[in-house]
């Protein structure tokens, strides 16, 4: 699960003489989540990214295998967009023109009707 900080401007009426009071009572209500009603002035959220982590491949090694995945990727959108051509052309010869019966045509060999 990832991890968010947040900053939140609230009001909230609270018991304590002092702010370090009154911040010691808030942080005991907003850790046992008491429901109280607070009026949110302001919000800001974002993730927490982790340090960068430190990779025990050698730098290069680890340039190929990115050049690597990305050809990968390439290839396989490359491929389904040929596959897909292929699928759609299969589509339009088998689909009956305007007048036809209405039955699906036989062209087993490929052929386009004229």
Do not use: K
Not at 14 to 34: I, K, M, N, V
Not at 63 to 70: E, R, T, V
């Amino acid at each position: 699960m990832p991890r968010y900080e947040i900053v939140a401007h609230v009001t909230r009426e609270l018991e304590g003489a002092s702010a370090e009071e009154a911040a010691a009572e808030f942080r005991r209500q907003l850790l046992t989540d008491t429901g109280q009603d607070d009026a949110l002035l302001h919000l800001a959220v974002w993730r927490e990214d982790p340090a960068p982590a430190v990779s025990p491949l050698p730098s290069s090694l680890r340039n190929s295998l990115i050049d690597f995945f990305a050809t990968l990727e390439r290839c396989a959108g490359e491929a389904e967009e040929a596959f897909r051509g292929r699928v759609e052309e299969i589509l339009m010869v088998s689909r009956p023109s305007a007048g036809d019966d209405g039955a699906p045509s036989d062209m087993t060999d490929g052929a386009r009707p004229d």
